[in-house]
């Protein structure tokens, strides 16, 4: 791997946060973007080192999982250990063990749902479930987690692994809950949430936390990180809803029957079924498979209703919630990356 | 679930390895197992009790995990976690936990097996697989292998969970290994060894050094205990294989080519592949799918082939070399049990 591609991954992130700031209009966001990416440079580098000498051998189990690492991603985990590292000491080794460790416990998660879903494309390549089959893709899942608690285990930080295992049972927990209202359309707001905070925000809380740990932040620091992790696991996810009713409204409809029928119901979409009492008929006829060609007609209405905006009302007040929890942090350039990051969510465009 | 069938599942175990004994006519064995059996019975009532009251959430992945558990099994592992730790001070609620530990991770194993190898009947009934399908079995796999990671974390033992690790780690590489050789018939012997050891021996191994520890034998007790649960594991895979090869002929041949396809390959038909230069030619047949209903004449060969006799010689070379590490320890009932175990696997019918 050339020295760019090293550096690329977790820096493109910033880069990307970056200009969907600028775009957004949000001139200061996107300067204290540009601050954060000089100051977190290095360790993203360290953290891709990492991840790419991880296990050479050439088994499709093993393949499985390099392929998956050297697709890249937001590295957003990642970033967030780092950051909370930062608020004590730095991003000393334990922190880069954390960082690689949450990394790689999300690459799991992805490895498996990809085969419950029958995912085919993720971060635009075939999934490893497609190229190495599903027994690869699972038993991949399994030796990245493995490798995570391994990691976790050698930082030796008391508390960690415990905490871990309790975020993994909420992980296994919310995934349950989804299956359980799978074909459901009418899901609770209450399911929603308590899904959403186990899949997605209880890792960046945990994260976050860790990398506070890693750093020897005090204990109340360390808290004010996870809480502010909590916060903005959620807002993301929110965030992510949103983007999946923003494009263009084949491709939205398209998307949002393919969630629907593995379960995953969007925060948009929950919003409009309150609004519009003729919604529910509409996508029941379309999951019945009827050839209405009604997605487009779905999509539209559901921006009709005004759930986008509500959609980012609430995103806005997480993203608040958690600006809060950073008032237990001394001022300086980390709060204010860590502020970065929570109003950069906000103007995301991927 | 009434007493009956909590005390019945380890302790029917007992009862089959004794009855399969009697019927090897080897009747020393039989009264050893009779004995264990009064020995061990209060211990594996214990074992049963807790998987009983393990989670009672009615998700379709609760519902994975419960029915694996509730169809029984052998609870051979925890039989040899309670055997363990009756070298030292006894089955201590240390050793109940990794007892239960010890067979939530083999039961994990399984759901995930069931999923990759589309496996539809698990100990007489339908796989969870089929019942609450392919996501909830994959889920419950991750939920049962947390949920056995946090009772050995919670035992607190130094050294316990870095080796399950190591342990998961192994047995995740031992896949990896035997997805790589799927197709192939000609595996190497040493591959076969190298898959039953990562596969099978190495939880055995743990298992017998975790019980000892939990018991608080002496730190070479615990590491002989582990030298007998790596021979016992591989004799038991190996004594696995013969039943393989040991039925009715047309469900042996069936069986065997279910397995080929998954890449699994048994000892005996490597040893009459060795031995029986036209063996290979006729197997390519039958699994290029030409309808030659050449399975029974096969089955037919390997027995010829006297495979199976080198076989079950293999494994009492290693029930031996089990029973010599037994050395360490000293003579009494627990010593005595171990032996009935390492020469009842030497004459189980299933």
Not at 226 to 251: H, K, M, N, P, W
């Amino acid at each position: 791997m050339t020295e760019e591609v090293i550096i690329g991954q977790g820096d493109r992130m910033l880069a990307r946060l970056e200009s969907s700031a600028r775009g957004g209009g949000a001139a200061v966001v996107a300067d204290r973007l540009v601050a954060m990416r000089a100051f977190l440079g290095d360790d993203l580098r360290q953290v891709e080192e990492e991840l790419g000498v991880l296990e050479g051998k050439a088994t499709p189990l093993h393949r499985s999982a390099r392929h998956l690492l050297d697709l890249g991603g937001k590295r957003l985990r990642p970033i967030c250990v780092a950051l909370a590292s930062r608020v004590g000491r730095g991003f000393v080794p334990a922190a880069r063990e954390i960082a690689v460790a949450v990394e790689l416990i999300h690459s799991a998660t992805l490895l498996h749902d990809d085969v419950v879903d029958v995912g085919d494309l993720r971060r635009g390549a075939p999934t490893a479930r497609v190229l190495y089959g599903n027994a690869a893709s699972i038993f991949a899942g399994d030796w990245l987690l493995v490798d995570a608690l391994q990691r976790i285990q050698r930082v030796g930080i008391p508390g960690l692994l415990d905490r871990v295992l309790g975020v993994l049972k909420e992980m296994l927990d919310a995934e349950a809950l989804q299956l359980e209202n799978r074909g459901k359309l009418r899901v609770p707001q209450a399911d929603y949430f308590r899904v959403i905070e186990g899949k997605t925000a209880s890792l960046f809380r945990w994260g976050m936390f860790a990398g506070g740990r890693a750093g020897e932040a005090s204990p109340g620091q360390c808290e004010a990180l996870a809480c502010f992790g909590q916060s903005l696991g959620v807002a993301f996810q929110v965030i992510d809803d949103v983007l999946d009713v923003a494009g263009d409204e084949a491709t939205v409809g398209k998307t949002m029957f393919a969630d629907l029928r593995e379960g995953k119901v969007t925060f948009p979409l929950l919003v409009a079924l309150d609004r519009d009492a003729g919604l529910e008929e509409m996508l029941r006829e379309v999951l019945g498979g009827e050839e209405t060609g009604g997605e487009v007609d779905i999509a539209l209405r559901i921006r009709a209703s005004g759930a986008v905006e509500e959609s980012l009302a609430l995103a806005a007040r997480l993203s608040s919630e958690a600006l809060g929890h950073l008032v237990a942090l001394p001022p300086g350039p980390v709060r204010d990356a860590l502020e970065g990051v929570a109003l950069a969510m906000l103007h995301r465009v991927h």
